[in-house]
């Protein structure tokens, strides 16, 4: 929850915690990497969905978002429901692995069951300012 000046509410009680990214029905394993050279979290999300018997792993969709905070609120940057390989059980961008300026990232997954490396180049709205 946020307060009126869009900063967190914390809380120890579980019940008026809320949450921070809803996709019913759309969320699986994800990682999040904060990319210090475009100042912003980067959320990788497996999609739970598939019509493989071995499930995403083998077959089905994936999301990347991103954000300013940890909290939100959080953007579509790429959506597929159906990438060209099973987008595995886990995914995410390792900090080590980004360039300087956060343009370039490489995500690591375990797409078709297999440790599997893809580079991604950012292409950034040009009226984008951090």
Same mark, same amino acid.
């Given at each position: 929850?946020?307060?009126?000046?869009?900063?967190p509410v914390?809380?120890?009680?579980?019940? /008026?915690? @809320? +949450?921070? !990214?809803?996709?019913?029905?759309?969320? #699986?394993?994800?990682?999040?990497?904060?990319? $210090?050279?475009?100042?912003?979290?980067?959320?990788?999300?497996?999609?739970?969905?598939?019509?493989? /018997?071995? @499930? +995403?792993? !083998?077959?089905?969709?994936?999301?990347? #978002?991103?954000?300013?905070?940890?909290?939100? $609120?959080?953007?579509?940057?790429?959506?597929?429901?159906?990438?060209?390989?099973?987008?595995?059980?886990?995914?995410?961008?390792?900090?080590?692995?980004?360039?300087?300026d956060g343009?370039?990232?490489?995500?690591?997954?375990?797409?078709?069951?297999?440790?599997s490396i893809?580079?991604?180049?950012?292409?950034?709205?040009?009226?984008?300012?951090?």
């Amino acid at each position: 929850n946020l307060d009126f000046k869009g900063k967190p509410v914390w809380t120890p009680n579980v019940d /008026k915690r @809320g +949450p921070v !990214f809803l996709h019913f029905g759309n969320c #699986y394993r994800g990682g999040i990497t904060y990319n $210090p050279g475009i100042q912003r979290y980067i959320w990788c999300q497996i999609l739970p969905e598939s019509i493989h /018997k071995g @499930g +995403p792993r !083998f077959q089905g969709g994936f999301g990347i #978002y991103e954000a300013p905070e940890p909290w939100g $609120p959080w953007r579509t940057a790429f959506f597929t429901t159906e990438w060209d390989v099973g987008p595995g059980e886990t995914s995410n961008f390792p900090s080590k692995w980004m360039s300087q300026d956060g343009r370039t990232m490489q995500l690591v997954f375990s797409g078709d069951d297999f440790f599997s490396i893809r580079k991604a180049q950012l292409i950034i709205n040009p009226n984008y300012n951090p």
